[in-house]
């Protein structure tokens, strides 16, 4: 039900609160709850893809606030690697995240 209401189109869902690591915290290419078992419940792609829509309609001078710290993108690299050993990796969706190429400046 709930990945029916995320990607609908047109909207049938105006609301969502995420829980679990927000998408914000995430490389855009895929949900990083899916590298923790305990965030599965949490995980969507659907959900994490219409994050992105919502990041790239809005108003570029608001994307500096989701640019992710260097801390973060090596947290995510390094349960990337841990969830690839452990077999809960899901591979990228989508194109590489350009975020992660940019340095946080806040």
Same mark, same amino acid.
């Given at each position: 039900m709930k990945t029916h209401?995320?990607?609908a189109d047109p909207p049938e869902l105006y609301v969502l609160h995420y829980l679990g690591l927000k998408p914000?915290? !995430?490389f855009r290419d895929y949900d990083c709850n899916w590298n923790a078992d305990i965030?599965?419940?949490f995980a969507s792609d659907i959900a994490h893809k219409t994050w992105g829509?919502?990041?790239d309609a809005m108003s570029k001078n608001l994307h500096?606030? !989701?640019l992710l710290r260097s801390k973060q993108k090596a947290a995510l690299e390094w349960d990337r690697r841990q969830a690839e050993k452990g077999e809960l990796y899901q591979w990228p969706?989508?194109?590489k995240d350009k975020r992660s190429e940019i340095e946080h400046m806040l």
């Open positions: 209401l995320f990607g914000w915290l !995430c965030l599965h419940e829509k919502v990041h500096k606030y !989701c969706l989508e194109d």
